[in-house]
């Protein structure tokens, strides 16, 4: 990419094919380096120190509903839910924050 851009042009669309090269191979990386631990409930950092949530609890049942409807009271987190909702798409940082926040 960066060949290209001296050859070429650089401009926002070469900025965002670099960038996302740089995340996959940054997690290709971190997948082999952390191996399955990252997909254990207590990530590859440890965090079993943290309180989760009962999955089976009505709280919990609740707050997750509110999520999907998207009435959790974070503006940007309810347009978001909301706008999955409706459309059934939302744009990939709405998605990042909605998943976070979940």
């Known amino acids: 990419v960066r060949q290209y851009e001296q050859r070429k042009v650089q401009n926002r669309s070469t900025y965002w094919v670099y960038h996302e090269l740089i995340m996959r191979d940054f997690l290709a990386f ?45 503006p940007f987190i309810d347009a978001g839910m909301r706008q999955l909702y409706e459309t059934g798409w939302m744009p990939h940082l709405l998605r990042q924050g909605g998943a976070a926040f979940l």
């Open 30 to 74: 971190s997948c082999l380096g952390w191996g399955v631990r990252l997909f254990s409930r207590d990530g590859p950092l440890d965090s079993s120190g943290h309180r989760w949530r009962d999955p089976a609890s009505d709280e919990t049942r609740q707050l997750f509903e509110k999520w999907t409807r998207g009435l959790t009271g974070y």
